[in-house]
């Protein structure tokens, strides 16, 4: 399995000393960081919720309330899902504001995480298990503020009723048959599918996405969305679905998934947000992510940043989501996104 992922231009934090205190919200909330770890977490028994927005697939979301809400009987765990291009001006009104509603915030897109270090939206994040041996915090933190959360990997999907063979390239996708069946992802506002295609045009052969277009597909805003087409019918392959169509599949969907030759895959990033109203309770939350019991929730059917969890990873691999690079920030700034948008719209919506 090969990647064609190249290295983000920022680099990993260096793993420092804990800075426990001083750390919390300047957003008026009233709570502060506390002192030592233990003291964190009484704190965060006190504050006793906390809110994370996030764009991974509401099934996860929901497993990690679950199972976050499990091991701290005490605290309420709130999930807002939606894509980047609804999440990212929330976080941005939030901190200009200093009325913040999320404590945490996990993101895939490069160019913002990468923008977003000579802001003041994050607060150091102190979670021990993010000195995990396992979890490789050199490679894995950035600037000691966003710390690698999950991976996914995209690859080929498709309804079984509809297609039963399946399929085995992504050549296949393009079937005159399959015209009007097969779904995609609007890149509108999304750096992270604008990389995604700029990949796939090279990775899946000559002129794909021109092919792609000729196919006449139905679009939708995000991988979840297709995810749902497939297990409904409404298209019936999808050269770009997340893996969370294996989650479909198990609660009993007529979809199957496979990875091409050369899959393409996203990181998450997690940060605590500086105008956390819940601080403790959010570096709770950032540590119980790194945890076992956090990636076989936050994970399941993807990939996860610890070895070994069950129900995570890519059915015949071992890799792991430290294997899945960012996308060069360099190439995702706004003005190249919206740049590509209006290529893309040409393309696929005449």
């Not at 894995?140 to 063979?165: C, I, M, R, Y």
């Not at 399929?167 to 509108?188: E, Y």
């Not at 169509?245 to 198990?250: C, F, M, N, R, Y």
Request: hydrophobic share 40%; proline share 7%.
């Amino acid at each position: 399995m090969r990647f064609s992922r190249f290295k983000a231009a920022v680099a990993s934090g260096a793993a420092l000393a804990l800075v426990l205190a001083g750390c919390g919200s300047d957003s008026g909330s009233g709570s502060e960081l506390a002192g030592s770890w233990d003291e964190i977490v009484a704190a965060a028994q006190e504050e006793g919720s906390v809110t994370i927005y996030s764009t991974h697939s509401p099934d996860n979301l929901e497993a990690l309330k679950q199972a976050f809400e499990a091991e701290y009987p005490g605290i309420t765990l709130t999930y807002v899902r939606g894509t980047d291009a609804d999440i990212l001006p929330k976080i941005e009104v939030e901190n200009s504001t200093g009325s913040g509603v999320a404590d945490v915030h996990m993101t895939t897109d490069a160019g913002w995480i990468n923008r977003s270090f000579d802001t003041d939206y994050s607060a150091e994040v102190v979670a021990p298990s993010l000195d995990n041996p396992d979890y490789d915090r050199a490679e894995s933190v950035l600037e000691d503020k966003f710390f690698l959360t999950s991976a996914t990997v995209f690859g080929l999907g498709w309804n079984t009723a509809q297609v039963p063979e399946g399929l085995a390239t992504p050549d296949d996708a393009l079937d005159p048959r399959f015209d009007g069946k097969v779904g995609i992802q609007n890149p509108n506002g999304i750096p992270t599918y604008v990389d995604m295609y700029r990949k796939i045009d090279v990775d899946y052969g000559e002129n794909y996405l021109e092919r792609l277009a000729e196919t006449n597909p139905r679009i939708y805003s995000s991988a979840v969305a297709i995810t749902q087409a497939l297990a409904s019918g409404e298209v019936w392959v999808a050269p770009m679905a997340a893996s969370n169509v294996l989650t479909e599949k198990d609660k009993g969907a007529p979809v199957d998934f496979a990875l091409p030759e050369n899959p393409w895959g996203v990181p998450w990033y997690s940060h605590v947000l500086a105008s956390a109203p819940n601080p403790n309770a959010a570096q709770l939350l950032a540590d119980f992510l790194i945890t076992d019991k956090g990636q076989e929730a936050i994970s399941a059917d993807y990939l996860s940043v610890l070895p070994d969890v069950p129900g995570t990873g890519v059915p015949g691999s071992t890799v792991t989501a430290q294997d899945v690079e960012l996308g060069d920030p360099d190439t995702l700034d706004p003005e190249t996104v919206q740049e590509y948008q209006a290529q893309w719209e040409q393309l696929f919506l005449g």
